[in-house]
């Protein structure tokens, strides 16, 4: 009795095992995520020169100028961690970094305006 116990659950746990569905795998090519990223860096390149000089002219307000600094300070660390996952394809990608940095740029395009 005691081994068709221990049977039944060797079973049961070898069948959770075979049934259990796979993690999910994100598949992309770096070089791809390079271009792109690159393409976005420029973008926030432009974008950092248009609020600079809005902010030298006194046409932005001094929040909104120190906001741009903060946003500014937080790409640079966001774009160092970013760049080290794009060079090492042991890394995984920080998904989050690139959407706040994503996110980041979209805030000083409304300050640009």
Avoid at 26 to 51: C, H, N, P, T, W
């Amino acid at each position: 009795m005691r081994r068709l116990g221990l049977v039944l659950l060797v079973l049961a746990l070898a069948g959770c095992a075979l049934f259990t569905k796979p993690a999910d795998e994100i598949r992309f090519d770096r070089g791809e995520l390079a271009v792109s990223y690159a393409d976005m860096k420029a973008a926030y390149v432009l974008l950092a020169q248009s609020v600079t000089a809005a902010c030298t002219g006194g046409k932005l307000s001094q929040a909104a100028c120190a906001d741009a600094a903060k946003i500014h300070d937080r790409m640079g660390l966001l774009d160092g961690a970013i760049r080290k996952a794009i060079r090492n394809p042991k890394a995984e990608i920080d998904w989050e970094a690139i959407g706040e940095a994503v996110q980041l740029i979209a805030g000083l395009a409304l300050k640009a305006l």
